[in-house]
């Protein structure tokens, strides 16, 4: 028994001892006779046990036991019927004469017609408490069932999560050794404190990035080694640069986010025999609720033919992705293509 429910069945167990004991509590202090209060309250007792009864059968029992059953749902409204039935006979109605002062006081038919009467009233009492356990413990289930679906909905975000970050750790990797491995041929040296940026690489990215979210800060380092280092394949027609403005407070974002849309740009923005381009911005504008952590990336437009062209691939959408699990409601995601620049700008809520 979880906690919720817990609580939920102590509070029922208060409010049916109030109902037994209130009434008797009353008429105590309003008579200051112990006597008088015991005796309303044995016939308390008498007219609540039954209803008690079967609102606990119902609730614990008949309920969970056959209602939620498709195949039994008609042996829940014979069960009950059998009970009030017998709670009726047994309790309610006793048998006996009927005492000789009522039999003068009305006529025969007049009498069973009244009898008839409090039958039904008792009978349509007894209905609204099934109904008022059948409610509760439906309200309780949709609950429990509700926070399920959640919990597996948080199981499978957070394991496809891992999945796009073990999707993206590979993909980058491979581009950047690609990259130090053309370096080699032309300035070893340079090669060499490339290596040096790439170990930091592999440690924020193996280790530093498996967090749910990390400083701002350390993203923003790991980014500008990161184009550094795509930036070591590009020729003097290309023109690379960065603006990331580290803020002054502290604040953490999802890791590797934005890796995706920088290689994007390289790879789509960049052409050895033409003048290009790569620009990256990144700063954190405003404050309180309005803050908001705004990325900026363009670069040169080349069309291409085929399905290698701009704002495509597995690691756009796999950004997209993440987007969606990490910010639901809370970013905003938009590209542009327009006078020979492509620009995507991302904007998160931090």
């Not at 980014?223 to 690379?240: P, S």
């Amino acid at each position: 028994m979880n906690r919720k429910n817990y609580v939920i069945d102590v509070t029922q167990a208060v409010v049916w001892a109030g109902l037994f004991c209130v009434p008797a509590i009353i008429s105590w202090i309003m008579s200051g006779e112990l006597g008088t209060a015991l005796g309303v309250l044995k016939t308390t007792v008498r007219l609540l046990l039954p209803l008690f009864a079967l609102y606990a059968v119902n609730y614990y029992l008949l309920v969970p036991r056959l209602l939620w059953k498709e195949d039994r749902k008609k042996w829940f409204f014979a069960a009950n019927a059998a009970l009030i039935l017998l709670l009726d006979l047994a309790l309610l109605f006793p048998k006996g004469d009927i005492p000789p002062e009522v039999q003068e006081a009305f006529d025969g038919q007049r009498i069973w017609t009244f009898y008839a009467i409090g039958v039904l009233m008792v009978v349509i009492v007894q209905a609204l408490v099934v109904l008022l356990a059948v409610g509760l413990r439906n309200t309780m289930r949709s609950n429990e069932l509700q926070m399920q679906y959640e919990q597996e909905r948080r199981k499978t975000a957070e394991a496809e999560l891992v999945w796009l970050k073990h999707q993206l750790n590979p993909h980058f990797l491979f581009n950047t050794l690609n990259n130090i491995s053309s370096l080699t041929q032309i300035d070893p040296d340079r090669a060499q404190e490339s290596i040096g940026q790439l170990s930091d690489l592999l440690r924020y990215a193996l280790y530093d990035s498996e967090a749910e979210k990390v400083p701002l800060a350390a993203e923003m380092e790991f980014m500008n080694n990161y184009v550094d280092l795509m930036a070591l394949r590009c020729n003097e027609m290309t023109t690379v640069e960065k603006d990331l403005a580290l803020p002054a407070e502290k604040v953490e974002v999802a890791p590797l986010l934005f890796i995706s849309l920088i290689e994007n740009a390289f790879k789509h923005g960049v052409n050895a025999r033409y003048p290009s381009f790569v620009r990256v911005a990144m700063a954190l504008e405003g404050s309180g609720e309005d803050r908001a952590l705004v990325f900026r990336c363009e670069n040169s437009l080349f069309e291409k033919t085929g399905s290698d062209h701009i704002g495509s691939g597995i690691g756009l959408e796999n950004m997209k992705r993440r987007l969606e699990l990490l910010y639901p409601g809370r970013y905003a995601y938009a590209q542009s293509a327009e006078d020979g620049c492509y620009r995507v700008d991302v904007k998160l809520k931090v």
